[in-house]
C-alpha cells in the first residue's frame, strides 16, 4: 500500500507568519503534487516535481514556495502568510511511468488556519 | 480557466437508480483520466480511470464513457448504494509538461435509502 505521511496535520499561525508543510513518500515514486482544497473550488495544483532538485509551477503558485530535497521528501513553503492561504492542503506522489502517472496516491492534509 | 468541467455540482439519486457524473475537458495534450472518490473527512483515492486509447472502461458498478471527438467523459454507477455517497472529481494528466495532473471542481453525490 502507498504510504504518503504530511505533517502538521493541522497548523495555526497569524497573518505574515512563516509555515512549513512536509511530505515524505515512502513508495519510491517520482512525481509528487501539493494541491489546495476549498469548497467551490475543488483541488487546485500549486507545485509538483519529478525527482529531486526539480520543481514545476502549478495553475495557483502565487504565494508559495516548494522544494523536493530528496526522491522521499516534499516540502511547502508559506514565507509570509495570509488568510487566503487558509486552506486544505494535500500531498500527493505517483509512480511516474507510463499510463499510471496520473493515478495519484494522497496524504492525510494539512489542515491550515491563517488568522 | 477552469481547464476540466463537471457537471452537476450536486446531485441526489435514490438508491438502486442509476448516476450519471459528466465531465469535459478542451486540452488535447490531455491523454489519461482518472476519476477519485473523497469521502468527508477523508483524501481523495482512486475509482476508476481510462486513457486515450480506450472508449469505455468497467469495474463492477462503475462505467465511464469515453466520448474523444467532443472531449467528454461520463461516470456511471449502477444500483447506486448510500455508500457511495462522496465527492466524485474527474482527472486529467497532460501528457506533456511534465505529467501534471488537473481536477475539476467535482460533484457531490447524496444517494437516499
Known amino acids: 500500500e502507498a504510504a504518503v505521511t504530511q505533517s502538521p496535520r493541522n497548523k495555526v499561525t497569524v497573518t505574515g507568519g512563516n509555515v512549513t508543510l512536509s511530505c515524505r513518500q515512502t513508495n519510491s515514486h517520482n512525481y509528487m503534487y501539493w494541491y489546495r482544497q476549498d469548497t467551490g473550488h475543488g483541488l487546485r495544483l500549486i507545485h509538483y516535481?519529478?525527482?529531486?532538485?526539480?520543481?514545476q509551477i502549478g495553475d495557483v503558485p502565487d504565494g508559495y514556495k516548494a522544494t523536493r530535497t530528496t526522491q522521499e521528501d516534499f516540502f511547502l513553503l508559506l514565507e509570509l502568510a495570509s488568510p487566503s492561504q487558509t486552506s486544505l492542503y494535500f500531498c500527493a506522489s505517483s509512480p511516474g511511468q507510463g499510463r499510471d502517472t496520473g493515478q495519484l496516491y494522497f496524504g492525510e492534509g494539512s489542515k491550515l488556519t491563517v488568522l | 480557466q477552469q481547464q476540466v468541467r463537471q457537471s452537476p455540482q450536486s446531485l441526489t439519486v435514490w438508491e438502486g437508480e442509476t448516476t450519471i457524473l459528466n465531465c469535459s475537458y478542451e486540452d488535447s495534450t490531455f491523454d489519461y483520466f482518472p476519476w477519485y472518490r473523497q469521502f468527508p473527512g477523508k483524501s481523495p483515492a482512486l475509482l476508476i480511470a481510462?486513457?486515450?486509447?480506450?472508449n469505455k472502461k468497467e469495474d463492477g458498478r462503475f462505467t465511464i464513457f469515453f466520448n474523444k471527438r467532443e472531449k467528454k467523459l461520463s461516470l456511471h454507477i449502477t444500483d447506486s448504494q448510500p455508500g457511495d455517497s462522496a465527492t466524485y472529481f474527474c482527472?486529467?494528466?497532460?501528457?506533456?509538461?511534465?505529467?501534471?495532473?488537473?481536477f475539476g471542481k467535482g460533484t457531490h453525490l447524496h444517494v437516499l435509502p
Open positions: 482527472a486529467a494528466r497532460r501528457g506533456t509538461n511534465a505529467y501534471k495532473v488537473i
Open positions: 516535481s519529478y525527482g529531486a532538485g526539480n520543481l
Open positions: 481510462i486513457s486515450l486509447v480506450s
